[in-house]
């Protein structure tokens, strides 16, 4: 969503790289580039004025006039400012004192309420909560229908003791939740309610009866963030007809301009809570301002990758594979522990939006955006036409058995060859990785081999010509002569001295990942991380 505000801001940073000091002109011309690229992104013009002029006056003070590299210090201060604009810092759930806790949802028809009922249930279930949903919306056509099927998916309770489609009261049905919540012990009770095409007063009444009626710990304004500047009128009306605690932005993944998100917390005063990203029930989490504009800005998300990561991965798994990588060499290390590996990066989400929380992810767009995420599945399916055997040993993988897999997984022989290669090259990596002989983010788990079918990460081989490994280049002969024949050797051996041996892989940070000059070392909190803490 944030594509084209994420490439323009990028683009003005660019211009400020290499200089030593900001004269006033470069304040105001970069001041100008991203007042252009917020109107664009159709922010709301209150908040881009009071965020341009919160930059241009630290801009000019002490703290980039100072700074030894002015650019990152100007990178510092729209961060911060877009932290604020996004409401400052993490908002949690109050949670009652004596249960059940009441989260009431209003929105207008068509930001998504029920569905997103269904994924803060979810979320809550996870967090160890005993949801109950409320079927309050009874005009619109099976809407208490869709609450019910949303309900078993997610698998929590539901009351929904009218039909719905025009027949009942959602005043009383949102009062008696209450009655059977505490009767039943669940602790938190969400109420779903009804929305309309537009604001009017008939919405706004039987919202405010229904939060009279439950007096709700909670009250959650739900918008689609692909609706630009009409999220801030919608807010406003809403603020002052029912009133509410905090925002919901859903379809995070759209591919509007994404203004509502960065103006609905600063017009309204009130914070973004949750946000919701996909159509799954799992596409749904806390709003961390300070993680969505370092995504803004291109600099990557990674506490949110982690978190993630966390939440697939099962430590006593990944204690044994680091055992099995360590041990002989990585050659434990079978086509099953890869198949597990890739069935929990799955179950971690998209592939292409695992990969946009890594730092500089806006410059690889285009691959990202070319990606299939198919392509896992296909590989999962050539590794299940694979006997165990083969799987235990892919040693015995010879051209036979290749064909046969080929042909029962519905892929060419080539593509069978190729996953073969690339899983003993990423063997051999995260091998490496294992025993500490390779710095850097190549050993991650998945990521060594290269991503199968995404152009320029390793899915294609080049098509670019080879050297042949048989053939002698010119200067490869020796000479007949001993003399000149005993320096040609001793050239060769510096040479051969001089390139990086095995577990000595060249950074691209400068020097080599062994431990030179330029290594690259990873935050405490990443490292711990990728140790199977």
Known sequence: MFATLSDRLTATFKNLRGKGRLSEADIDATAREIRVALLEADVALPVVKDFIAAVRERARGEEVSQALNPAQQMIQIVNDELVRILGGETRRLRFAKQPPTVIMLAGLQGAGKTTLAGKLALWLKDQGKQPLLVAADLQRPNAVTQLQVVAER???AVWAPEPG?????????ARSSIEHATAKLYDVVVVDTAGRLGVDAELMKQAADIRDAVKPDETLFVVDAMIGQDAVTTAL???DGVGFDGVVLTKLDGDARGGAALSVASVTGKPVMFASAGEKLTDFDVFHPERMASRILDL???????ETAQKAFD???AEEMARKLQAKGGKEFTFDDFLQQMQAIKKMGSFKSLLGMLP?????REALESFDERELDRVQAIVHSMTPAERDNPKILNGSRRARIAKGSGRQVSEVNQLVERFFMAREMMSQAARGKLGGLGGMPGMAGGIPGLPGMGGKKSKGKQPKQGKKGKGGSRSGNPA???????AAEEKRSAEPQPGQVPSAFGGDAAGGDGNFELPDDIAQ???GR
Request: proline share 2%.
């Open 237 to 239: 009306a809403f603020q």
């Open 484 to 490: 000149k024949r005993a320096a040609q050797l001793a």
């Open 360 to 364: 500089g992810a806006g410059q690889m």
């Open 154 to 156: 997610a698998g929590v």
């Open 529 to 531: 991380f990728l140790k």
């Open 315 to 317: 430590a006593e798994q």
């Open 165 to 173: 489609n025009g027949v009942g009261d959602p005043v009383a049905v």
């Open 300 to 306: 990557g998300d990674m506490l949110t990758l982690i």
